[in-house]
C-alpha cells in the first residue's frame, strides 16, 4: 500500500479530517470512515420504523461484526460472544473458571505478564485481594518469555492470560502459541489478548497455534469501527457456564425450567444482554467498506510496516541519544501497529507534538506513534520534521 492510495482514502474520512491533522493515534483510536455515519442513522431509521421489533436488524448487524472477526481470525464458523469492552468478555472469561465455582482448599492461580492491557492488569490487581494468586512473569527478556510462563504452569493454575502484541512496546509475542499448546496439554484455559494484532497483524488462529484458546479483541483501534465492538473467542466445542452471564444467553436454551440457569452451547453461553446496537450498525458498514477498498489484513500490515520503517529509520538518522528517544531493541519486523520509544519526558513530547498538529500518546516512558492507511507518506515526512525540532529543546 503506498502513499497514492493514502491519499486515495483520505477523502473517505473527510468528517475526520484526516489531511489536515497528522493522526498518529492509529494504535488507540483509528478515524472512522465516512459511511460509519450512515450505520449510525440506519440504526435511529430500523428504531424509529421498528419500535422494539428492530432487534432482528440489529442482531443481524451483529452477525456482520461477527463474520468480519471470523474472517480476521480464519475460522469461518468460530463462535464469537460479543460485548461493549474487552473488561465485560474478561469478566465472562473468569467468571467461566472452575475455580469460581467450586469450593478450593488452595488459592486460585492465574499467570499473566506485565505487559498487559489496564482492563486485564486492573482487574487482576484487584483480585489479590480476594486470595487469588497472580504470578507476573515479566516480558523482557521477550526472546525467552513462552518458556518464562510456560515454566509457571502446573495442576495448580487455573488460568492463563497473554498478550499477542504488547500494548506498551508494541512488540509482537510470536511464541504465545507455545504457551496456549502447553496450557492445553494441562487442561489450563489459555486467554490471549489480540487487540493490538487484529486487522494489522495477520492473526490467523491456525497459523498462531492458538486454536485452543480464548482470544479477545475489538474494533476500536485497527478496525476503524469505533467503540462497543469487541469480542471474545471461543475454542470449538468448548461448552461454558459463566457465573457473570446476561440474559441473552438463554435464547438457545430450549425448555429451561423455572428458575434453572442454563447455557446454550459455544458462543450463547457467553452472550450478554440488552445493548445499544448503533455500535454494530457503525461497524457493519466500516467492515463493509474495507472489503469494498480490498483493506485485507495482509494489506494493512505491509502499509504499517513500510510506515514503521520509515518512522524508525527516520528517527534513527537523527542520531539522538538513547536518553532523548530510544528506540526498540527488538527488530522492525516484529513490530506491530505502533512505534513505541523510550524516554523519560513521553507526557511532554505528547502535549509539545500536539501542539504543533502531530497527535500521538504515551504510556508511562514509552512515546507511542501509531500510522494508520490514511496517513501518507507526506504527512509522515511532516511528523519526522517536527520531531527532529523538538528535539532540540525538549532532548
Given amino acids: 500500500m503506498s502513499q497514492d492510495i493514502a491519499l486515495t482514502l ?32 440506519n440504526c435511529f431509521d430500523d428504531a424509529a420504523k421498528h419500535i422494539d421489533d428492530k432487534w432482528q436488524a440489529a442482531f443481524e448487524k451483529a452477525d ?63 483480585l489479590k485481594d480476594l486470595n487469588v494468586d497472580i504470578e507476573v512473569v515479566p516480558v523482557q527478556p521477550s526472546s525467552t518469555l513462552a518458556e518464562r510462563i510456560n515454566n509457571k504452569l502446573d495442576d495448580k493454575t487455573d488460568a492463563v492470560m497473554v498478550s499477542a502484541v504488547f500494548f506498551g512496546t508494541s512488540e509482537i509475542f510470536k511464541e504465545v502459541g507455545l504457551v496456549a499448546k502447553a496450557a492445553e496439554s494441562l487442561n489450563i484455559p489459555c486467554l490471549v489478548d489480540a487487540y493490538h494484532a487484529l486487522n494489522v497483524v495477520p492473526f490467523n488462529l491456525k497459523a498462531w497455534q492458538l486454536d485452543s484458546a480464548f482470544v479477545v479483541a475489538g474494533g476500536y483501534k ?33 425448555n429451561q425450567a423455572p428458575g434453572k440457569v442454563g447455557f446454550g452451547p459455544g458462543q450463547s453461553a457467553f452472550a450478554g444482554s440488552t445493548y445499544d446496537p448503533s455500535s454494530h450498525y457503525r461497524a457493519a458498514e466500516v467492515f463493509d467498506f474495507f472489503e469494498e477498498q480490498h483493506l485485507s489484513d495482509t494489506k494493512l500490515r505491509e502499509s504499517s510496516q513500510r510506515q514503521i520503517s520509515l518512522l524508525w529509520q527516520g528517527i ?74 523538538l528535539a532540540k529543546r525538549i532532548g
Fill in 64 to 126: 456482520r461484526v461477527r463474520d468480519f472477526y471470523r474472517s480476521l481470525l480464519g475460522e469461518p464458523n468460530a463462535q464469537i460472544a460479543l460485548g461493549a469492552s474487552t473488561h465485560e468478555l474478561l469478566l465472562r472469561f473468569l467468571s467461566d473458571l472452575n475455580c469460581f465455582k467450586q469450593s478450593m482448599a488452595r488459592p486460585i492461580k492465574i499467570v499473566t505478564t506485565d505487559g498487559e492491557f489496564h482492563s486485564l492488569r486492573r482487574q487482576l490487581n484487584r
Fill in 316 to 389: 534513527e538518522a537523527m542520531g539522538l541519544s538513547q536518553e532523548c528517544l530510544g528506540l526498540p531493541s527488538h527488530a522492525i519486523a516484529d513490530n506491530a501497529g505502533f512505534l513505541a520509544l523510550t524516554t523519560a519526558k513521553a507526557s511532554e513530547w505528547v502535549a509539545e507534538l500536539a501542539q504543533l498538529g502531530v497527535l500521538c500518546d504515551s504510556r508511562g516512558n514509552q512515546l507511542r506513534f501509531g500510522p494508520a492507511p490514511y496517513v501518507t507518506t507526506s504527512q509522515l515526512e511532516q511528523a519526522l520534521n517536527v520531531v527532529e525540532a
Fill in 222 to 254: 485497527y478496525c476503524q469501527a469505533g467503540e462497543g465492538n469487541c469480542m471474545l473467542r471461543i475454542p470449538e466445542n468448548y461448552q461454558g457456564s459463566p457465573i457473570i452471564t446476561g440474559w441473552y444467553a438463554e435464547f438457545d436454551v430450549l
Fill in 10 to 41: 483520505q477523502p473517505h474520512y473527510s468528517q475526520f479530517n484526516v489531511s489536515e491533522r497528522i493522526l498518529l493515534s492509529g494504535h488507540s483510536h483509528q478515524a472512522w470512515p465516512d459511511v460509519a455515519k450512515q450505520g449510525l442513522l
